[in-house]
């Protein structure tokens, strides 16, 4: 849309923003009337076919009192809850609010505040039903599947068309963006034909059920892991794998980022081991160094320090291009917000033009197979992914720690990855991260953490391919998850 002329009759509601009106849209969805059905979700809400909720905000003293997951904007990403949301509340907490919110499974949460999350959204699954979410966000149901199918009603929210629509209604409310209640004026385009419906249906179902296989192993992998490097064998993994999905489902720790903090309370050091005036208790966990020394007898600790110096690693940081060069291209500017689940979101927050890219991708030299760290960010701080064939023309920010293996004969990618998720490891950086200004980082500190590589290398070859082996099929399945919202709104029958 350039410009357009639009008759003030056709005003609604002293609305004059340009994008409200947006023709393109309606000349789009006019189009597909001989193939789709065009659903007003006003009309679904009064016909009791599908009902809208929203959450509560609980308060910042309920956070970080228990596991269960209360879920936020920025806790949704690549159409899934993340593994380990930010912030946890108490049973008691939970038990207050459960009932009210009553969240269950094929509920849709879609993200109505926040300016780039608007829009974000994801199927609740059996793996996320036991959680709080809030005010933001709301929670669509099903009432009727006869009328439409919930996985068929998810896959149009993230069509293009529908996407747009939600763009266009997006307005500013005091200091935060919103769709307020105009989520109601949305039309809902459904393919006429039923076997297309339900197939398309049944196959979005599938995926997202392999995704969240997948993502159930994340969930769990800190456990595996720490089982796995203080036995020295894959046997826990492949005990996990080897279960049945209720199995899986009931036996899943539960766990917030909080987890990552540790919980000791207090201990004693001496001044002598005091390292460059660093007063901050947790830096000296003495858990940590006690874990560290027994794992010494399966594995081989190394810090990343040691393993840069003899080559085996590189690290590096990226570049803050500026906010005025945002949204001049497609091509993803990452950023410390821009991953979860071990992956680079689908749907990044800001693009870059080729121009920008080329001034800077020389020097980033991003490749296949590199890790992303995030090193500033408080919550944020440790999160990691890899680098795969479908995301590697990137740039990434400053925020970010780009890690290559350099000699893949010591430690794989896929290794590195694993690792970098295991509980030891992610208890490290947490000890290594302190307040710089207005926010947190693990600064230079990074190479001051210790990587236990399995000594065994058929244990290390055997993490590296199940890590793979997840990372990639989740991302094959979010691939096709794309290309089934291209086919729900293709005109042919």
């Known amino acids: 849309m350039i410009h357009y002329w639009h008759n003030k009759k056709n005003i609604i509601g002293r609305i004059y923003i340009p994008k409200y009106y947006d023709p393109s849209i309606t000349d789009e969805l006019q189009s597909m009337k001989g193939t789709h059905d065009l659903l007003s979700v006003q009309q679904l809400v009064d016909d009791e076919v599908i009902s809208f909720g929203t959450g509560h905000e609980i308060g910042k003293l309920a956070y970080g009192t228990g596991d269960i997951p209360f879920v936020r904007t920025s806790d949704i990403s690549n159409w899934e809850i993340k593994s380990a949301p930010k912030q946890g509340v108490s049973e008691k907490i939970y038990n207050e609010y459960a009932a009210s919110q009553d969240v269950q499974v094929g509920d849709i949460l879609l993200v109505r505040d926040g300016t780039y999350l608007i829009g974000t959204n994801c199927i609740i699954t059996a793996l996320d039903k036991k959680i709080l979410y809030q005010s933001h966000i709301l929670k669509i149901r099903v009432n009727d599947k006869e009328q439409i199918d919930p996985y068929l009603l998810f896959l149009a929210l993230n069509t293009d068309i529908v996407q747009r629509q939600i763009r266009s209604v997006q307005f500013t409310a005091d200091t935060i ?61 492949t005990n996990y794998l080897s279960k049945n999905w209720e199995d899986v489902l009931s036996e899943l720790k539960q766990e917030a980022v909080t987890a990552e903090f540790g919980h000791f309370e207090t201990f004693w050091q001496s001044s002598v081991k005091i390292n460059e005036r660093i007063y901050l208790p ?13 794992l010494g007898k399966t594995c081989t600790c190394v ?30 500017f ?40 995030v090193r500033d960010g408080t919550y944020l701080v440790g999160t990691s992914c890899i680098i795969t064939e479908n995301d590697s ?38 000890t290594k991260q302190f307040t710089r200004d207005v926010i947190d980082t693990i600064g230079k500190r990074l190479t001051e953490v210790f990587f236990p590589i399995p000594k065994s290398k058929s244990v290390q070859k055997q993490i590296s391919e199940q890590v793979k082996k997840i990372v990639l099929s989740r991302i094959r399945a979010r691939q096709s998850i794309t290309r089934l919202a291209i086919e729900l709104m293709s005109k042919k029958s």
């Open 303 to 332: 810090s990343i320090g040691e393993l840069v110096e003899s080559g085996i690693l590189q690290c590096a940081t990226g570049d803050e291009i500026g906010k005025m060069v945002y949204g001049t291209g497609s091509i993803p």
């Open 282 to 294: 947790k830096y000296y966990d003495p858990e940590i160094t006690e874990e560290l020394n027994n």
């Open 177 to 237: 963006d919103t769709i307020g209640n105009r989520y109601l004026q949305f039309t809902i385009p459904i393919p006429k034909n039923t076997k297309k419906r339900q197939l398309i249906a049944n196959q979005t179902q599938t995926l997202l059920h392999n995704r969240d296989q997948g993502k159930a192993f994340i969930k769990q992998s800190p456990v595996l892991m720490e089982e796995v490097l203080s036995t020295n064998t894959v046997v826990p993994i």
């Open 334 to 373: 990452i950023r410390t917000s821009d991953f979860s689940n071990w992956e680079i979101k689908h749907d990044p927050k800001q693009g870059v033009s080729e121009k920008i890219y080329n001034e800077y991708a020389a020097s980033q030299d991003v490749q296949v197979g590199d890790i992303l760290l």
């Open 393 to 430: 023309k990137i740039l990434y920010c400053g925020g970010l720690y780009k890690i290559r293996v350099l000699d893949n004969s010591v430690i794989s990618p896929w290794l590195l990855l694993g690792l970098l998720n295991s509980y030891i490891v992610k208890r490290q950086i947490r």
